[in-house]
């Protein structure tokens, strides 16, 4: 769910000026507002959904990261947990590149800290990367390195991370056959 402006990294980004504090308060109390509805309804039906673990995403599916905006950790600062802790999980998404994985390393870890500190701590529920990448579809010595990078620091964290695509796509998929084996091995190495 994005404000009316389809602003991406936090609220009211696409607006002239690149922040309107009206739209963005407007933005994070729809997001809030959403969250909050389909947790009431899911959890009204009663039965099994009255427990059934519940994932929410916070503005856009933000994760806060980097540092060119005083305006990107909003997302998560200003995201409220629609009940109590307990059967609930926020995601966020997580998108890099890993031919730059040296200049944005400090921001990855900033990331992971940021996640833990304002939706871990602050709202006492688990995280869950439910998009993350490298912005690239090959199976280079770069996305390979970003990869178990990126797979250690969830790890170690606790938060799951789930990539999003090309380890295994086109005709791959049908064989099953791994398009980027280099980068598979580099998440698992994390795990095992």
């Not at 009204?44 to 933000?62: F, K, P």
């Not at 031919?99 to 870890?109: G, M, N, T």
């Not at 996640?115 to 770069?142: F, K, M, Q, T």
């Not at 969830?154 to 791959?172: E, I, P, T, V």
Request: charged share 20%; net charge negative.
């Amino acid at each position: 769910m994005l404000d009316s402006y389809d602003s991406w990294c936090f609220a009211s980004f696409a607006t002239p000026g690149n922040y309107d504090a009206t739209v963005a308060a407007a933005a994070y109390a729809g997001i809030n507002n959403y969250a909050r509805t389909f947790v009431e309804t899911v959890r009204a039906t009663g039965g099994n959904n009255a427990a059934r673990n519940l994932v929410v995403n916070t503005y856009g599916a933000c994760s806060g990261a980097g540092t060119w905006s005083p305006h990107l950790q909003e997302p998560l600062t200003r995201f409220d947990l629609p009940e109590a802790p307990g059967h609930i999980a926020v995601q966020v998404h997580s998108y890099w590149h890993a031919d730059k994985f040296d200049e944005e390393k400090a921001d990855i870890d900033r990331q992971f800290a940021d996640l833990d500190r304002y939706l871990v701590r602050r709202l006492g529920v688990p995280v869950i990367i439910g998009e993350w990448g490298g912005g690239s579809n090959e199976d280079s010595a770069a996305m390979i390195r970003f990869a178990g990078y990126f797979s250690q620091k969830a790890k170690d964290a606790g938060m799951a991370a789930l990539y999003w695509m090309c380890l295994s796509d086109g005709a791959d998929r049908a064989v099953p056959a791994w398009t980027t084996p280099g980068v598979k091995d580099a998440i698992l190495k994390a795990y095992r």
